[in-house]
């Protein structure tokens, strides 16, 4: 079950940008950003992450689902921090 939640430094980086939950669901966490941002990922059967910020960036080389959910969730992260700096 706990690979439903996201990783605590990855909360802190999502309170920095306005998110507010204390223990957020992957599906939260990625439901904000597209309710805030208008960003969508998804991950492939062969566990590539892909993420449209306006630009698509595939994730590559995940050993898993959940890896490549987490990386896709790095990378949302990243693109709206600099989007705010």
Request: hydrophobic letters at 40%; aromatic letters at 10%.
């Given at each position: 079950?706990?690979?439903?939640?996201?990783?605590?430094?990855?909360?802190?980086?999502?309170?920095?940008?306005?998110?507010?939950?204390?223990?957020?669901?992957?599906?939260q966490a990625f439901s904000w950003l597209k309710e805030?941002?208008?960003?969508?990922?998804?991950?492939?059967?062969?566990?590539?992450?892909?993420?449209?910020?306006?630009?698509?960036?595939?994730?590559?080389?995940?050993?898993?689902?959940?890896?490549?959910?987490?990386?896709?969730?790095?990378?949302?992260?990243?693109?709206?921090?600099?989007?705010?700096?």
């Open positions: 079950m706990n690979k439903e939640f996201v990783p605590q430094e990855q909360v802190l980086e999502l309170k920095k940008l306005g998110f507010d939950e204390p223990t957020p669901l992957y599906e805030k941002y208008g960003f969508t990922y998804s991950v492939g059967n062969t566990n590539i992450g892909i993420v449209h910020v306006g630009t698509t960036f595939l994730l590559q080389d995940n050993a898993s689902f959940e890896e490549a959910q987490l990386e896709c969730l790095k990378k949302l992260i990243e693109v709206a921090i600099n989007r705010i700096s």
